[in-house]
């Protein structure tokens, strides 16, 4: 399966014997389950005055796959808009990971988001995740959001980013009001190693320029994803976790 290298080198944060078990499931998928990132067309060229793209990945989202999964997404969401801590606390795993090293667990998460204090981003971090798809990487496993599954192995995670939407405006200067030069959906992007203002993400211009986008149109492969595993029959929120 082509990409089993991306989950690998992006997910080491997860924990190795973790992701040695989802990624051999994975990988014992047909080519049914292939996401459309498999088989990007990546193209290195782009006229002047438009932004370079690397090929085209459509969104996806496995959840219907499994109702069981597809209720508990539902009433988690409800959980996150009402920022219910003890609903929150009852679906996190005891052994949740949130790093590479030893400080995992119940502690570590309740120290890394603070979901009892008001300015926690435990309640976003988690919703926007939930409401961009994802993917079964085995019948108990399920990773948020799609886009980590977005890129072809060919592009390197840290310099690309995924337009995560449709009709994306792409401006010549980081402001609402500034030129548009292009409009994405779905596109593959190569980022600008440039200070940006907060809210916009520099990438690049067919011409060499950097252009900006709104940051929230845009994520990361290697950005935050959750995972949800099911155990004795109950889903539970196993790992949290950003970078490579």
Excluded: K
């Amino acid at each position: 399966m082509g990409r089993v290298t991306r989950p690998v080198r992006n997910a080491r944060l997860l924990g190795t014997a973790f992701v040695v078990a989802a990624l051999g499931a994975c990988a014992a998928t047909d080519d049914s389950a292939r996401t459309p990132a498999d088989t990007a067309v990546v193209s290195d060229s782009a006229p002047a005055g438009t932004v370079q793209t690397f090929g085209t990945v459509a969104p996806f989202d496995d959840a219907a796959r499994d109702t069981s999964f597809l209720t508990f997404r539902d009433v988690l969401l409800r959980t996150l808009a009402q920022r219910d801590t003890a609903s929150l606390y009852a679906i996190v795993a005891p052994d949740i990971r949130v790093s590479l090293g030893p400080d995992n667990g119940i502690g570590a998460f309740r120290e890394e988001w603070r979901p009892g204090e008001d300015d926690s981003e435990i309640w976003s971090v988690l919703d926007d995740l939930l409401r961009h798809g994802g993917r079964f990487t085995t019948p108990d496993l399920f990773i948020a959001p799609w886009t980590f599954f977005g890129l072809p192995d060919s592009l390197d995670a840290f310099e690309y980013l995924i337009v995560r939407d449709s009709g994306v405006v792409v401006r010549g200067t980081p402001d609402a009001s500034g030129a548009a030069i292009a409009t994405l959906s779905f596109d593959i992007v190569r980022t600008a190693n440039t200070p940006t203002p907060d809210g916009w993400s520099a990438i690049m211009a067919g011409d060499g320029r950097v252009a900006y986008v709104d940051t929230d149109h845009v994520r990361s492969p290697v950005g935050y994803r959750a995972g949800f595993e099911r155990r004795d029959g109950r889903w539970l929120l196993v790992f949290l976790a950003a970078g490579d």
